[in-house]
């Protein structure tokens, strides 16, 4: 099986930075698109931001030039650096990713799996 445990969420002042982390561990082939979500109260999830396995990048347009998406390919491991904050990114993150795992299951290709998510809530 696979799991996704994401880390690094927190109360922060508007301004301030986290880096969330998220990583999937279980019987891994390969993982394609990584990626962050957010659902905040009363909205629906969307995305924050992607990074395929080969590192190009996808962001929001409201996280645009604040957030950073990286991934370490060797740990399985994807980040998201969030800086200047505003109250208005406080919500559930939720990581993502496309993983093809060994053996039998890897004939069923890529499927998509998720993590329990972290709260991120930005308030002075």
């Known amino acids: 099986q696979v799991q996704l445990v994401e880390s690094g969420g927190g109360l922060v002042q508007p301004g301030g930075s986290l880096r969330l982390s998220c990583a999937a561990s279980g019987s891994i082939f390969s993982i394609n698109v990584m990626g962050w979500y957010r659902q905040a109260p009363g909205k629906e999830r969307e995305l924050v931001a992607a990074i395929t396995s080969g590192g190009p990048t996808n962001y929001a347009d409201s996280v645009k030039g604040r957030f950073t998406i990286s991934r370490d390919n060797a740990k399985n491991t994807v980040y998201l650096q969030m800086n200047s904050l505003k109250p208005e990114d406080t919500a559930l993150y939720y990581c993502?990713?496309?993983?093809?795992?060994?053996?039998?299951?890897?004939?069923?290709?890529?499927?998509?799996?998720w993590g329990q998510g972290t709260q991120v809530t930005v308030s002075s």
């Open positions: 993502n990713a496309d993983i093809r795992m060994y053996g039998l299951e890897y004939q069923l290709g890529y499927r998509d799996y």
